[in-house]
């Protein structure tokens, strides 16, 4: 598990109020009144709780917690659980209302969520761990369920804490509820393919992109921010696919060659070293030049904000995939927009977390098992549709892949809205 915290000399981010001034330019296209327009942008449940935490030394260290649901038109609430010492309310509002568009665009009967409890999971043990994410999952209880709300891994988390997460909740219940969190272990109901889902979609997508603008997957290059649950699956996958790695980041440094890296060999360093720096197959770099590599395709995988006013301008690479959610500030969208940079948005681009979830939770509820060949054939057509249906989107209206993306989540988040009308 590792979290990336933000460079001291880059702007704070502020992925709320990028993702709010996203949903008020699709609301201004779509023309709605500010009554829906309210319903839209206001989170429907926030719960902010505290968690004594017992450590090891035998001390208490009391931390915050939080589970945001935004909207719950179209289902049950869906999102991760992230665990980073940047977590703030404002930031889970903003996660969580990006799910809501994420599964609405691709079409999975979800609501959007998201939780994070204010904590660097680097400097906590396995059990304390533990202890953290059983008493958060007892407090955020009566709010999660098959039917109610269902968290997955995010920064920070991995499928040992979804483990954690369905066993206190099944306690609760008296009962094994498997449909409670998706992500988690093979052995306990999750899916195959879901570890590597995210990244998967991913490059399907940057695949899809990189030919729509010209450019053969196997004559690219690429840079990938992050090398945890997105970004290095992302790099394994796109170099087989033949594109050239060129460089890749991750919490403690980043490594480049102009050659390509050999990400097999990356890997087999991380798993020794539990660190991308230091490879030796590669030259050392500082870790925000991994974005300003010359590619053609770079996959910010890491946090919110780190493309931003400061950068836009320095990034080579003409398609920008978003692996990571909300790496986009508002102000570089504007400058990578104005200088024709492709930018495929989070709520497209890693959406293949959340599909596989969904099919994790199909199969946990059904108690039926699907294969890998099910699973993955069914993320692909997913992903392609909706890469079609938004490009196509952008240019019969002449916007930006994110602006169309946005529109076509939020419309049919209002018109799910509208058909159920407002109760009482
Ligand atoms: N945390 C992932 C995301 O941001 C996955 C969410 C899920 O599977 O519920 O999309």
Redesign the pocket.
């Known amino acids: 598990m590792s979290t990336l915290t933000y460079l001291d000399a880059s702007p704070r981010p502020d992925p709320l109020g990028d993702a709010q001034a996203q949903l008020s330019a699709a609301v201004g296209i779509l023309g709605y009144d500010d009554g829906l327009a309210g319903m839209l942008a206001a989170p429907r449940r926030q719960l902010t709780v505290s968690i004594p935490l017992r450590r090891d030394d035998g001390s208490v260290e009391v931390l915050t917690g939080h589970r945001v649901q935004h909207n719950l038109s179209r289902g049950p609430a ?5 665990f980073s010492p940047d977590v703030t309310l404002d930031e889970v509002r903003a ?1 969580a209302m ?2 809501t568009w ?1 599964c609405a665009l691709l079409d999975v009967p ?1 609501g959007g ?2 939780g994070g409890v204010r904590i660097d999971p680097d400097r906590y043990s396995h059990g304390e761990l533990e202890r953290v994410t059983r008493r958060y999952t007892t407090e955020i209880s009566p709010f999660i369920g098959p039917e109610r709300d ?6 920070g988390t991995d499928e040992q804490t979804m483990a954690w997460v369905m066993d206190t909740y099944s306690h609760q219940s008296g009962h094994t509820v498997l449909g409670v969190a ?2 988690k272990p093979l052995a306990l109901g999750g899916s195959l393919g ?1 570890a590597t889902a ?1 990244s998967r979609g991913v490059v399907h997508v940057a695949l899809a992109a990189l030919l729509d603008v010209g450019i053969e997957p196997a004559e690219a290059a690429a840079a990938v921010e992050g090398f945890g649950k997105v970004g290095r699956y992302t790099a394994r996958f796109l170099a087989e696919a033949g594109v050239r790695v060129l460089g890749v980041s991750d919490a403690h440094g980043a490594v480049a060659a102009a050659g390509g890296l050999d990400i097999s060999a990356l890997e087999l360093h991380v798993d020794a070293h539990g660190t991308v720096a230091g490879f030796p197959g590669g030259e050392a770099i500082a870790r925000t030049d991994v974005l300003e590599l010359e590619v053609d395709l770079l996959v910010p995988a890491a946090v919110e904000g780190t493309i931003n006013a400061q950068n836009a301008n320095r990034i080579h690479a003409m398609v920008i995939v978003e692996g990571a ?1 909300g790496p986009t500030s508002e102000q570089a969208d504007d400058i990578l927009r104005s200088r024709g940079v492709v930018v495929v948005p ?1 709520i497209l681009a ?2 293949g ?2 599909i ?3 099919f994790e939770w199909v199969q946990a509820n059904q108690a039926y098992w699907w294969s890998a060949d099910d699973v993955e054939s069914r993320l692909k057509e997913r992903m392609l549709q909706a890469w079609n249906g938004v490009q196509q989107k952008a240019r019969s209206h002449g916007v930006s892949l994110r602006t169309a993306a946005t529109v076509m989540a939020v419309e049919r988040v209002a018109n799910a809205h509208l058909l159920r009308g407002l109760y009482p």
């Open positions: 869906k999102g991760g659980l992230r996660l990006w799910m994420k979800y969520a998201k269902i968290p997955a891994p995010d920064v998706t992500g879901r995210t959610n989070d890693n959406a977390g959340v596989v979830s969904y």
